[in-house]
């Protein structure tokens, strides 16, 4: 078994998965509006940075929570971006999956001190 002919058909498998040919569509449609896409790219990093700093132990004020949640509802009342956000959630859970079976078959086949 050639482990690099796998990971492409894994690839291939991945690009022919509804859940990827859902969110490539929907990512083309968002792109082709650069409001959305503009709105999106923030709403990401602000939430990623809400993240950094609980994952670093800081406090996230009042303040902060509200605004994301502000964005996070403006985003969600457009139909394309709410449908769009929905199908990459599904697709990065997809994701997660195949990793976390990837890793799991690692860790069980890996010798102790590896």
């Known amino acids: 078994m050639n482990v690099y002919n796998e990971a492409h058909n894994l690839a291939k498998a991945i690009k022919e998965c509804e859940e990827f ?14 409001e959305f896409a503009n709105m999106i790219n923030d709403f990401q990093t602000q939430q990623m940075q809400l993240q950094m700093k609980q994952m670093a132990g800081e406090e996230i004020g009042p303040e902060a ?13 457009d139909p394309l971006v709410g449908e769009y956000m929905q199908a990459e959630m599904r697709f990065t859970l ?10 799991e078959a690692m860790n069980a086949t890996i010798p ?3």
């Open 21 to 34: 040919k859902i969110y490539s569509g929907l990512r083309d449609q968002i792109n082709q509006v650069p």
């Open 94 to 103: 997809m994701m997660n999956d195949v990793y976390k079976i990837l890793s």
């Open 65 to 77: 929570m509200e605004n994301i949640q502000k964005l996070y509802s403006i985003l969600m009342s």
């Open 112 to 114: 102790e001190g590896m």
